[in-house]
């Protein structure tokens, strides 16, 4: 079992910039992978991005590219998210997720969630 607990949302401006963080416990995370989903208002869940524990390689989806970058402190079992150049789109519930083994979208874990809303 993997827990997850995400933070680091809130309410900012568009242009500014946040840094989610994913705090993990539980087993280990060696040949995991974890990542980020966002659920806007209305719509499906997206995927944002994921990084493989081992080697820090990274995916991300393409409508955030340039602007997100994820990350890891092996010492805190914690994967962030900095999302830079907010935009009032950008406002979503983020989740953070994890699945051992290889998988671009991770899913079997899942934290509760850490609301985003961007004002224009």
């Known amino acids: 079992q993997v827990q997850l607990v995400e933070s680091g949302g809130g309410l900012v401006q568009a242009g500014g910039s946040l840094r989610l963080s994913c705090a993990a416990s539980?087993?280990?995370?060696?040949?995991?992978?974890l990542g980020w989903v966002r659920q806007a208002p209305g719509k499906e869940r997206e995927f944002v991005g994921s990084i493989r524990w081992s080697d820090r390689q990274t995916w991300y989806a393409d409508s955030v590219k340039g602007r997100f970058t994820i990350s890891k402190d092996n010492a805190k079992n914690t994967m962030y998210l900095q999302i830079n150049s907010l935009k009032p789109e950008d406002t979503a519930v983020y989740y953070c997720?994890?699945?051992?083994?290889?998988?671009?979208?991770?899913?079997?874990?899942w934290g509760q969630g850490t609301q985003v809303t961007v004002t224009s």
């Open positions: 539980g087993r280990t995370l060696i040949g995991s992978m």
């Open positions: 997720a994890a699945e051992l083994g290889f998988t671009l979208r991770p899913g079997k874990y």
